[in-house]
């Protein structure tokens, strides 16, 4: 079956924003539900969003909707992994309270996790939809990072780790015919890699120059890839580096130029919005040299 990449149109925003905002109303009813009624009474309350959802995604499938399908099968694995707490905080199955997210032992919560993304990947069998691998991806890093680690340097290792690999297979998916799916797998290489650097780099003058550099980096890296979504989180990066700067130079004390060193931001930013010019310069530079991208997956019809 061919895998196609939504492409961004007025009805695709308005399916996502509406499927969305239904997931939305869905999860708020059931936290409702909650003060309302008992245990067993609220897992059977929760069977009514968890089968309209399904349904209608399938409905959805079979008319040819597929992006509109995708997004309300998407909001029914988040449906599941609520009704799966639900019914094992009835069987008295309860995760407890945690003093840290990689703290202790949680195998309910990793029970409700994997069936979440064995869930995920099931649809995404079915639907092609690559939205869903956001739960696969998030769920087999939440799941690795907890069994292996408690919280700390250790963890954000483990994450560096998991970020690196997520890197690689990302890079395998783009030169094959799954590449649709591939934007997701460098995503969250560059959201894992942005949380670990940041764990370690977030204090001093030197650390700021590390985020810096690393956002230079990942600017490059996505002209590497041929995926913006490293230069969006690079140019974030040099963004919250310049903010500390200018926030430091600015309560650093008296200037000769302005006793209250107002003009610093307008200085930096100025910098900054430069430095970009000059990388989009390079990387276009680079594509004219005649290094050809991957070719663009299919647009889905509507």
Known sequence: ????????TSASVLFYTGALTV???ATGSLGYLSIHYGKGALAAWALLPLCTLLAVAFGLRRRGRWIAGGVFAFAWVQVWAVFLGI????WGWNPG??????GGWHWVLWEIVLLAVAAAIVLL???RFPFLMLYVLAGGWFVVTDVVSGGGTWTAVVTLV???VYLLVGVAVDRGPRRAYGFWWHLAAALLLSGAFLFWWHSSESDWSLVATASVLFILLAGATWRSSWAVLGILGAFAAATHWTGEWVASGFSVFAPDRTWVPFVVYAVVGFFFVVLGL???WRRRRGEPAPPPPTPAAQ
């Open 87 to 90: 019914l094992f905080r009835w």
């Open 282 to 284: 390079y990387l276009d």
């Open 1 to 8: 079956m061919e895998i196609r990449k939504p492409i961004w």
């Open 23 to 25: 997931l939305g109303a």
């Open 97 to 102: 309270a945690q003093h840290s997210a990689f």
């Open 162 to 164: 998991i970020a690196i």
């Open 125 to 127: 069998r079915l639907f």
